[in-house]
């Protein structure tokens, strides 16, 4: 074993960026796992609602707080760029902490509006299945914007307690990429629910 | 078997003791418990199902249960006194395997390998020859595993592992209670979730005692 050719890796660095990371990929496959959870609520709705005479029964939720949860939503997404950015190539700690909390600050409000969004709702999920998709959808996407949210509040405090290592900047970018993700489907969610487009 | 893989190293049975055992747990799941439990459940559900006080031929079925224990109980008889008798003791690979499991000492040592080998094909132990490379330069200090590229399979970078931690078993404990309590109340779920937040942020938090390498690098 030991007359064996040898390949010396002592010089490499302990840390890879994008897909080179494993931690990549296992964010990568849950966002793959979590689109196919929304992609199946959508071909539900759209199940139920080629089933029904009316849809939706007893008319549309209010598009109120649900469109400022929107803006809101797409509002926090240039800072999480700006934070992206600054994680790989600048590394200014100060910037990275200020855009992080500006992202983090318009989320939460964002989560404030989605909770009005939800008692606004004029049906129960008992109500109809039309009240129970409903429901089912914008609680996914609820959990999502809570676990992503919480994300920013653990991802602010790390970067004001610390010590900051080389792999919390991969941390930070994959955070970006969670949060991406989150709004990319707020859209998407505001859209079935809200403007019921028809033709599938 | 699951007090000598409960660590590396262990020599609670030798490499062909746990040969056999291995092969008779595999026999006694598939042949005396997966088929019976399956029988087992239609014997009890059928009748309920069809509304009959018993199945069709009920002292052949209570025939068949008395062969089921005497028969189970005859394979690990017979297994125990033939391999006492007979029969050459296994090595560390008595099969000439191809695959790397095969290339180590039985039991593995904590460490596995001291060098990580390398493969260029499906079937490593066929094929390599002496010129076959192993990899060095891993810390064996921390919890260091090599990365490869996806496409060309060059080595990249060297992942460090967490180190030893109780939060991924207060996680653990967290979601067991959870899935217990949402039997008796929905309350249970979103308690349940931030008691496994509360662990997972544990684990993810950095420790003050790191060795301060990486803090050169800071921003």
């Known amino acids: ?200 | 078997m699951r007090l000598q893989l409960a660590r590396p190293g262990n020599h609670v049975l030798d490499p062909d003791l746990y040969n056999q055992v291995f092969t008779v747990h595999g026999s006694t799941m598939m042949f005396l418990f997966g088929v019976p439990v399956m029988e087992a459940v239609a014997i009890y559900m059928v009748p309920l199902m069809i509304g009959t006080r018993n199945t069709a031929f009920p002292r052949l079925n209570a025939y068949s249960y008395w062969v089921y224990p005497t028969g189970g109980l005859l394979l690990y008889l017979i297994n125990a006194v033939t391999s006492r008798r007979h029969g050459a003791l296994a090595g560390d690979d008595p099969w000439g395997g191809d695959g790397l499991e095969w290339a180590t000492s039985s039991p593995p040592p904590d460490y596995n390998f001291q060098h990580l080998p390398t493969v260029r094909g499906r079937s490593p132990l066929w094929e390599q020859g002496d010129d076959q490379p192993v990899v060095v330069g891993l810390r064996s200090d921390r919890r260091e595993i090599l990365v490869t590229r996806l496409i060309d399979a060059e080595p990249d970078h060297r992942d460090v592992l967490p180190d030893k931690a109780w939060t991924p078993l207060a996680t653990a404990i967290a979601t067991g209670v959870t899935f217990i309590g949402v039997i008796f109340t929905p309350w249970a779920l979103p308690a349940g979730m931030i008691l496994a937040t509360i662990a997972l942020v544990g684990w993810f938090w950095p420790k003050r005692d790191r060795p301060r390498e990486w803090l050169e690098e800071q921003p």
Do not use: Q
């Open chain 1, 1 to 200: 074993m030991t007359r064996r050719p040898r390949i010396d890796v002592s010089a490499l660095p302990s840390m890879a960026f994008g897909p080179k990371a494993t931690l990549w990929w296992g964010v990568a496959a849950m966002l793959a796992i979590e689109t196919t959870m929304f992609a199946l609520l959508f071909a539900t709705y759209y199940y139920l609602r080629g089933n029904e005479a009316v849809w939706p029964p007893g008319g549309r939720p209010p598009i109120g707080p649900a469109t400022v949860c929107l803006a809101l939503l797409l509002l926090s997404v240039p800072p999480m760029i700006l934070v992206h950015l600054e994680s790989g190539k600048k590394r200014s700690l100060r910037r990275m902490r200020f855009w992080l909390i500006v992202s983090m600050a318009i989320g939460l409000l964002a989560l404030i509006a989605r909770a009005a969004e939800f008692g606004e709702l004029p049906f129960r999920w008992d109500h109809h299945a039309y009240g129970s998709i409903v429901w089912v959808t914008l609680g996914m996407h609820a959990i999502h914007l809570i676990a992503s949210g919480g994300e920013n509040i653990l991802f602010v405090a790390l970067l004001f307690k610390g010590p900051v290592e080389e792999r919390h900047l991969l941390d930070l970018r994959l955070n970006a990429m969670y949060w991406y993700f989150v709004v990319a489907w707020a859209v998407a969610v505001y859209a079935l629910i809200y403007l019921d487009p028809g033709a599938l």
